[in-house]
């Protein structure tokens, strides 16, 4: 028989073994779910995503915003932005701050560059992958797209 020493010193080694192997296990259950973000039962994956469903839930809401949904038949991670929005700031608005374009907007004397895009509004513009329509570079036209245009059936 083991001393008791020898045996709590086993058991706490089993426990870290137990620990690293979830974080692990978690961590490889993220990867997974961003790459293959509807999964059915039968990936390979699935069976270690439902033995972290909880953690992997809370993760995602509280890192992303993203709700995710694990039921019998599979997971679905529904990436998309908070803010439809805010995604068409990040390309425009937030891009200007980061590289420190003072003079970026629509303002008088500004260098009046600007691109139209075919929405109603800006997270229309995201949401549609909206096409430009036309664009000017420093107050000149740089370039005109005609809208589609939806041809009469003929038989």
């Not at 800006?122 to 000149?140: C, F, H, M, Y």
Request: charged share 25%.
């Amino acid at each position: 028989m083991k001393p008791l020493l020898d045996r709590s010193r086993d058991s706490r080694s089993i426990g870290q073994q137990q620990q690293r192997f979830q974080h692990e296990e978690f961590r490889s259950s993220v990867r997974a779910l961003l790459m293959t973000p509807l999964m059915s039962r039968e990936h390979d994956d699935f069976p270690a995503i439902r033995r972290q469903a909880e953690a992997l839930r809370d993760w995602f809401a509280r890192e992303t915003g993203w709700p995710l949904q694990i039921e019998h038949e599979g997971a679905r991670l529904f990436k998309r932005p908070a803010d439809l929005a805010s995604c068409l700031d990040m390309i425009t608005g937030s891009a200007a701050r980061l590289m420190r374009l003072d003079d970026y907007g629509i303002t008088v004397g500004g260098p009046a560059d600007l691109v139209c895009v075919d929405a109603s509004n800006p997270a229309d513009a995201v949401a549609t992958l909206a096409q430009p329509l036309w664009g000017i570079k420093r107050g000149r036209a740089s370039f005109t797209r005609p809208r589609p245009q939806l041809h009469p059936r003929t038989n």
